[in-house]
């Protein structure tokens, strides 16, 4: 079956990067998109970026300075990264297959602190 | 880039009410070329990640109770629920997929009275 698992560290430093593994299982990369979305504690949800199933990406412009997105698709892996993290970036990380989209990781959890 | 904006930010319903929760697109998301509104519903209960529960405005994912329906065109959308359950009292979002960058509604609060 389908399933999306996001993976990283919990506590980030400020002005540190965010490294982040979403590892899917049940479809190919080559055929679907996934997407990356977060929300901060107690708020709504923010598109992030989606890496396409051809290998192009597109990212929120309010993040695009700071983020890139790849993939193995050997390893079945896309891989977010965000630089000169800050407290407000901390939040619920979560990829999905598709957007919309029935399939969604578990969400990871990302504090920036110090 | 489009903007969605909710509202209600919250309501408090009693089982068994009808609740309508409004989304508004700063652009249209009706398609010219085959007359489809690019816009999803979902539904998140805590600690839970997002479920799809509509997309193009009024088509309801599988397995989603009938009870939960998508309306709206243009720029202007509606969710209703009708006969409001406790299971349903969760935060919802709406989210155009016209274009990029995808954007989502600010949220709704669905309480219990």
């Known amino acids: 079956q389908v399933q999306l698992k996001e993976s990283g560290p919990g506590l980030v430093q400020p002005s540190q990067t965010l490294s982040l593994t979403c590892t899917v299982s049940?479809?190919?990369?080559?055929?679907?998109?996934v997407h990356w979305v977060r929300q901060p504690p107690g708020k709504g949800l923010e598109w992030m970026g989606r890496?396409?199933?051809?290998?192009?990406?597109s990212y929120n412009s309010a993040l695009k300075s700071r983020l890139s997105i790849s993939r193995d698709t050997s390893k079945n892996q896309v891989f977010l990264k965000m630089n000169s993290l800050q407290t407000d970036d901390t939040g619920t990380y979560y990829c999905?297959?598709?957007?919309?989209?029935?399939?969604w990781g578990q969400g990871v959890m990302v504090t920036v602190s110090s | 880039d489009i903007v969605m904006t909710q509202s209600p930010s919250s309501l408090a319903v009693s089982a068994g009410e009808t609740v309508t929760i409004n989304c508004k697109s700063s652009?249209?998301?009706?398609?010219?070329?085959?007359?489809?509104?690019?816009l999803a519903w979902y539904q998140q209960k805590p600690g839970q990640s997002p479920k799809l529960l509509i997309y193009?405005?009024?088509t309801r994912e599988s397995g989603v109770p009938d009870r939960f329906i998508g309306s709206g065109s243009g720029t202007d959308f509606t969710l209703t629920i009708s006969s409001v359950q406790a299971e349903d009292l969760a935060d919802y979002y709406c989210?155009?997929?016209?274009?990029?960058?995808?954007?989502f509604g600010g949220g709704t609060k669905l309480e219990l009275k």
């Open positions: 999905t297959r598709d957007l919309p989209g029935t399939h």
């Open positions: 049940g479809f190919s990369l080559t055929s679907y998109n």
């Open positions: 890496m396409r199933y051809n290998g192009d990406t």
């Open positions: 652009q249209s998301l009706l398609s010219s070329g085959n007359q489809k509104n690019y």
């Open positions: 193009l405005a009024s």
């Open positions: 989210q155009q997929h016209y274009s990029y960058p995808r954007t």
